[in-house]
């Protein structure tokens, strides 16, 4: 993009009397570039079965074009209108326990459902047809935050036996890797496959997991196929994912249908504030295509479905949060929504315009954040993160310790959320990876939350990393079973064991948290461990701390093994934050990464990376209600933001919830 784009969503339809012309104005001095419009309102587009209607949405883009301000166009398709649900009740789907979503809720459709995606066809063609030569719009958000949403009708039923079918080709084939003579449950053709309901088979239930994946995967690669066929070269496609990353759906696979990704981030305000959360559905974000993207939807102001969390932002907090997206990657920040509703499920969501439609406080705040994005917005759009770290990140290994969970408050995000978390505050950047990603070697850390379902060619994949150079920190459980989510039959941990050093052949839940011996990581009363311990023991690496225990403690809980020219460290346990924090950054030191960064101010983000002049920028974000002063460490350069001269070693203050931003020389 040749700036940054920066507005919200408008619904015109939704205002409690006409006010498009004030609308438009106040946009205008707010100094807003985009508005994300159309998603929601099928029933407007078709008021009945096949007579379409446009007259109320072009006067409205036609005022943004006038104004200067570009359209992101939503297909309509996540919310089907009331003919449809009266004509075709099949439409909306039953879940596994034959519950059927009735009318009311939006994403209530079977994504499978010929009928729905007969209707869906309909109304995309007739908006791409109309919208392709119109100038204000820029790009198509096709449906909204899409998921399959649990969806188990008779199609998606039948369709699951197809999809098997195409998978495992032979029911032996699917006996062997699911293991079903097991409690007598062999199949012998294809038409034994029972329902979905009642399953408890690990495999099977991971199979259907990722074919549930696979429906919201192919509905939007056949929306986005349908207006590729009449979108401009100059048009995007994007979908906005529903903070990812959500196991719910392949994010992952979908990014390989649009042209940019985008995602609606929705974060803590006030004193739980610290841009955690922004950044890492950021980091995932950026992940997926290599490249930057747009943030759809974000807080205004307060959230919620009820009024229990009405927390509006401190002054300031509105346009860091901003520049944390910014800051990620983000090309685009557009906020949920221009105005507050003053109906329905969602009435305390507010907007950036209260419930009396007038301009107050997030709106100046906005104001002042757009004014700043037309004068700097072209030195930092398509800002390149510098990521030397990335996290590995498996669905699979989610779903399967779901179905075998170890504890009742760990699991596999707690721990993916604890290692970003320490990464984060240790101001280091982050990408993900992801199973079939084949850039592992452009980072120098790897960081693997419990990889509990993996194939050999990924685990091998990892080998190959550390042996030539890479350093990888691991959690427990890793490599336990296969692809199929079914144990291998090898000395754990399998393929790992040549790169970790160890095996273990017996694991244990932990009753109570447990102290490593002599706290070797000198984290006082953070040294604890809980909820699990496997039993290593080791072959060729080096045990850098044990269990304080009378049976345990004869176990390394933590090992590392130098192998080829990198190190495989090992976490066989759940470690404390601050365990893990002593671990990872003495990871980070010894693969060359540690520096200036990680002494800065505990409240202050520090990263980096290059604009699209090739110039490095940094930016430093206080999230604190208090000043912060550090020591700049890079080179001369000017802070975008006040054009002042920025020094090698010169001594910073950054004011309460602000940011300096300075591009190198």
Known sequence: METVLYGAAYYPEYMPYERLDKDVELMKQAGISVVRMGESSWGLWEPEDGRFEYAWMDRVVEQMHKAGIKVIMGTPTYSIPAWMYKKHPEIVMTKLDGHTITYGMRQNADLLNPTYRFYCERIIRNLAEHYKDNPAVIGWQIDNETPPGGAANKDIQDGFVEYLQHKFKTVDELNKNWGLNYWGQRLNDWTEIPPQAGILNPGWKLEWTRYSQWITTDFLAWQAGLVNQYKRPDQFVT??????????????????????????????????????????????????????????????????????????????????????????GANMVEYWHWHSIQYG????????????????????????????????????????????????????????????????????????????????????????????????????????????????????????????????????????????????????????????????????????????????????????????????????????????????????????????????????????????????????????????????????RAKHGTNRNGKMVHYYLNYSSDPQTFTYSYGAGTELLTQSAVAPSQKITLKAWDLILIEEK
Do not use: C
């Not at 903070?243 to 719910?248: A, D, L, S, T, Y």
């Not at 249908?257 to 959360?277: C, M, R």
């Not at 959320?417 to 950047?429: A, E, F, R």
């Open 239 to 328: 979908q906005d994912f529903a903070g990812p990353p959500r196991p719910e759906v392949n994010e992952n696979d979908i990014s390989k249908s649009l042209d940019i990704v985008a995602a609606n981030p929705y974060h803590g305000t006030q004193d739980e504030f610290d841009g955690e959360g922004s950044s890492y559905e950021g980091d995932y974000s950026r992940s997926l295509k290599h490249t930057n993207y747009l943030i759809t939807e974000t807080n205004a102001d307060t959230i919620g479905w009820d009024s229990k969390n009405q927390y509006p932002p401190y002054d300031g907090q509105l346009r860091l949060d901003v520049y944390t997206h910014l800051s990620s």
């Open 345 to 604: 499920q969602e009435t305390y969501w507010k907007g950036i315009l209260g419930h009396d439609l007038e301009p107050g406080r997030p709106y100046q705040e906005m104001s002042k954040t757009a004014h700043e994005l037309r004068r700097i917005g072209p030195q930092i759009a398509n800002f390149k993160r510098t990521s030397p770290v990335a996290i590995l990140y498996s669905s699979d290994s989610y779903w399967g310790i779901e179905f075998m969970k170890f504890s009742d408050h760990d699991n596999y995000r707690t721990i993916l959320k604890q290692m970003y978390h320490v990464l984060y505050k240790s101001n280091v950047g982050i990408d993900f990876v992801f199973p079939d990603s084949t850039n592992f070697s452009d980072y120098k850390v790897i960081v693997v939350p419990p990889l509990y379902v993996a194939s050999d060619a990924l685990l091998n994949k990892l080998v190959d990393y550390v042996r030539n150079g890479g350093h990888v920190v691991m959690a427990f459980k890793s490599g336990f079973t296969n692809e199929f989510d079914t144990v291998r039959w090898t000395t754990m941990p399998g393929p790992l064991r040549e790169a970790a050093g160890f095996h273990y052949q017996e694991f244990s839940n932990l009753r109570q948290p447990l102290a490593l011996k002599g706290d070797p990581f000198h984290a006082g009363d953070g040294n604890k461990v809980s909820d699990w311990a496997e039993m290593l023991t080791v072959d060729a690496a080096e045990p850098i701390a044990f269990y304080d225990h009378p049976f345990f403690g004869k176990y390394p809980a933590i090992t590392r093994h130098s192998f080829g020219k990198g190190s495989l460290t090992y976490e066989g346990t759940v470690l404390s934050d601050a365990l893990q924090t002593k671990v990872l950054l003495d990871v980070l030191q010894r693969a060359g990464i540690a520096g200036p960064d990680q002494n800065l101010p505990a409240s202050v």
